[in-house]
């Protein structure tokens, strides 16, 4: 038989289904007719993170990719196919890569250790270390450095997300999406807004990786 820990789920979306037809008897139907959310979450898997809380949104407003160390990494198709279809199809206007204080990922990251199948994934985070090792070497503080880290992570999957496509034309067209690059705070609960300056690193990114004809700076 299934745990306490297991049926109190079901007890408590229960309870969230009987509040929320409390508040607006329409609200599921209405939830099943569409969704038309403005933002795709890139975030990390760390359960301390859920999108739609941390961001005070509702179900549909939102939609939402996760893995370990919110990486964008261009093989994943996992990642791939979430941001195809929200940008070409849900249309959304802004793209957040949202990292975390703390995050495990970035931690291990950093440890001359052999982690078996998460050696590939979380090179991808060693990457980041050694395009900015002048930088993070002189931060004496450890935790400091790793702090800074998980700042230059969510940069540089930014700029992996502007690589894409999808991103490019629909902003060519349609001046949306935007990128953005975000820091969640789990002490304080706190959103931080990284300001990673946009069509700056488009531009950038166009003169190496434009994919889109006639979108190349001049």
């Not at 139907?29 to 509702?58: H, W, Y």
């Not at 931080?192 to 004809?213: C, K, M, N, W």
């Amino acid at each position: 038989m299934p745990d306490a820990s297991y049926r109190r789920i079901f007890e408590l979306n229960r309870r969230w289904v009987e509040e929320r037809n409390h508040e607006d008897p329409t609200f599921f139907e209405k939830l099943a007719r569409e969704q038309n959310p403005d933002f795709l979450f890139i975030g990390c898997a760390d359960s301390r993170v859920p999108a739609s809380t941390i961001m005070g949104v509702e179900p549909g407003e939102v939609f939402v990719h996760r893995n370990v160390a919110n990486l964008v990494v261009n093989t994943d198709l996992n990642v791939a196919s979430t941001i195809n279809y929200a940008v070409d199809h849900l249309k959304v206007r802004h793209i957040v890569v949202c990292g975390h204080y703390g995050c495990g990922g970035v931690q291990a990251a950093m440890q001359p250790r052999d982690l078996g199948v998460l050696n590939g994934w979380l090179r991808e985070i060693r990457d980041v270390y050694r395009l900015h090792k002048t930088e993070l070497d002189a931060i004496a503080d450890q935790e400091q450095r790793y702090r800074r880290l998980v700042e230059l992570n969510v940069r540089e999957q930014c700029i992996n997300v502007i690589k894409t496509a999808e991103v490019q034309r629909n902003y060519l067209e349609r001046g949306a999406p935007l990128v953005h690059g975000w820091v969640y705070d789990l002490s304080s609960g706190y959103l931080q807004d990284l300001e990673i300056g946009f069509e700056a690193l488009l531009d950038e990114v166009r003169e190496i990786y434009s994919l889109t004809p006639g979108s190349e700076s001049p």
